[in-house]
């Protein structure tokens, strides 16, 4: 079985600052590993994904990730946070083999909140 | 706009009504799926298709619920006799099968409550 937690329910952070938004995965094998936002009342959009090879993967508006095998962690950074960035991220895996289906397994969703 | 799209956005209904909702995937992608988003959790998977094949269904779909793809390009998502506890977000995805990840892209959803 594969699984995400996100532990914080919310981060708050000023504008301008760094943000971290944390992930943990639990999978059999490789993870293939996905980041996506949600803004009030619509859907999911893609910021970035890691699949292999350089564990630090650049995304959409800035953002970037950091796959760290040993921990089984994909965390989400931003070296200066804006305040358009305050939404829900959510943090997916799902695994490569075809045998094991395409779904992915989401976490529970952080809610960033950026102030001036 | 050539992203994922569905119909309707927001769906009313009274306890015991059969609803269908719609997804138009991208025009190039071989696989959809749909997932059910509830307040304060990620989404979580329902089904899957490739091409006109549903090959994958989650636990969480009851017999009350039933998708199609006759043709393998929209989907629809029935509910059947639909309960309080169905009220919820049905998000679908499509993606294009091709290496690299084989990353899901979704539509706006369809939120779903029910009296």
């Known amino acids: 079985a594969q699984s995400v937690a996100q532990p914080e329910d919310q981060v708050n952070v000023a504008e301008g600052n760094p943000l971290t938004v944390k992930c943990t995965y639990s999978?059999?094998?490789?993870?293939?590993l996905f980041w996506y936002v949600q803004y009030p009342n619509r859907g999911l959009q893609f910021l970035l994904k890691?699949?292999?090879?350089?564990?630090l993967v650049k995304g959409s508006y800035g953002f970037e990730a950091e796959f760290n095998k040993s921990q089984t962690s994909f965390h989400l950074k931003k070296p200066s946070a804006l305040v358009s960035d305050s939404a829900l991220y959510f943090c997916?895996?799902?695994?490569?083999?075809?045998?094991?289906?395409?779904?992915?397994?989401f976490g529970t969703g952080t809610q960033l909140k950026v102030e001036l | 706009d050539t992203g994922v799209s569905q119909n309707p956005r927001h769906k009313i209904t009274k306890r015991g009504q059969n609803v269908t909702f719609r997804c138009d995937p991208i025009?190039?992608?071989?696989?959809l799926y749909w997932y059910r988003q509830t307040l304060g959790q990620g989404p979580e998977f329902l089904t899957y298709?490739?091409?006109?094949?549903?090959?994958?269904k989650s636990r969480l779909l009851s017999d009350r619920f039933s998708a199609e793809r006759p043709k393998g390009s929209f989907s629809t998502l029935e509910i059947q006799r639909t309960e309080q506890g169905d009220s919820a977000m049905y998000l679908c995805?499509?993606?294009?099968?091709?290496?690299?990840?084989?990353?899901?892209?979704f539509g706006p959803g369809t939120r779903l409550t029910v009296l």
């Open positions: 995805a499509s993606s294009s099968g091709l290496a690299g990840g084989d990353t899901q892209y």
């Open positions: 999978v059999s094998g490789n993870p293939y």
């Open positions: 890691y699949i292999t090879g350089d564990n």
């Open positions: 997916a895996v799902r695994l490569p083999l075809t045998g094991g289906g395409n779904k992915l397994t």
């Open positions: 025009s190039e992608h071989n696989r």
């Open positions: 298709f490739q091409n006109e094949a549903q090959l994958e």
